[in-house]
Nanobody, 124 residues
Framework: QVQLVESGGGLVQAGGSLRISCAASGRTFSSYSMAWFRQAPGKEREFVASIRWSSGETYYADSVKGRFTISRDNAKNTVYLHMNSLKPEDTAVYYC?????????????????WGQGTQVTVSS
């Protein structure tokens, strides 16, 4: 059974940086795609970034392109989201998600496994 555990959220000032982590366990992840989604109060869950575990191919939402970087550490079975130039509108609960193979997708309904989420708050 796949398990995802996020960590590293917190409070940061606008313009600052933060790295959040997603530790994955329970399977071999070479055939998986991993993604970060976020959800702010009163808003729908939205795609942030994804990475194919085997190839390292990455995809980003336009709102974070150039500011956020998704990466993975194969030895640690961990996916990271490096966030720079943070803005108050980046404030949300950030969720790690996983799906097996298939084409790239930014739809949260496609991802079957989710972590519990980590809160990121950006103050102005």
């Amino acid at each position: 059974q796949v398990q995802l555990v996020e960590s590293g959220g917190g409070l940061v000032q606008a313009g600052g940086s933060l790295r959040i982590s997603c530790a994955a366990s329970g399977r071999t992840f070479s055939s998986y795609s991993m993604a970060w989604f976020r959800q702010a109060p009163g808003k729908e869950r939205e795609f942030v970034a994804s990475i194919r575990w085997s190839s390292g191919e990455t995809y980003y939402a336009d709102s974070v392109k150039g500011r956020f970087t998704i990466s993975r550490d194969n030895a640690k079975n961990t996916v990271y989201l490096h966030m720079n130039s943070l803005k108050p509108e980046d404030t949300a609960v950030y969720y790690c998600a996983a799906k097996i193979g298939g084409p790239y997708s930014s739809s949260w309904t496609i991802y079957r496994t989710w972590g519990q989420g980590t809160q990121v708050t950006v103050s102005s």
